[in-house]
C-alpha cells in the first residue's frame, strides 16, 4: 500500500526485516491487536511473538517490552522457523529432520528441525 494510499492517509511500517522499526507504532497497532482478543476480559492475555532467526537480544527485549507495554501479561518469543513447523504440525520432537522454509514480508528463514531444535 504504500505508495498507492490516498493524500489524506499516511502509511506507515513499524516493523522492517522483522525487528522494531518504529517502536511507538508497533506498540500502538500491539495495542489494537490486544483490544481486539481480550475485549471481554479483565485478565491481561499472554502472548507468543515470532521473531526472525536472526535477532539480537536487544530486538528481543524491544520485542518483549514494546508487547508488555500494550497490555501484555506475559510475553514469549519464539523463532519462526519453530512457530512455522508448530503451524503446519511438523512432529519436529522426532529424529527425523524436516526443512522448514519460512518466507515473510521482511525475512526469509530456513532451518532443519529435529529432536526439538
Known amino acids: 500500500m504504500l505508495g498507492r494510499t490516498p493524500g489524506n492517509v499516511v502509511a506507515v511500517r513499524p516493523l522492517r526485516d522483522g525487528v522494531i522499526s518504529d517502536y511507538e507504532m508497533t506498540e500502538k497497532m500491539l495495542e489494537q491487536f490486544l483490544k481486539k ?33 500494550a497490555g501484555a501479561r506475559r510475553v514469549y518469543l519464539i523463532e519462526e522457523p519453530f512457530a512455522a513447523a508448530l503451524g503446519a504440525k511438523l512432529d519436529i520432537a522426532g529424529p527425523s529432520g524436516h526443512m522448514v522454509v519460512d518466507i515473510g514480508g521482511g525475512t526469509t528463514d530456513i532451518a532443519v528441525l529435529s529432536m526439538n531444535g
Open 37 to 69: 482478543i481480550s475485549k471481554f476480559s479483565l485478565i491481561k492475555p499472554r502472548v507468543i511473538v515470532s521473531v526472525p532467526s536472526g535477532v539480537t537480544e536487544v530486538e528481543e527485549r524491544a520485542v518483549i517490552q514494546a508487547t508488555m507495554e
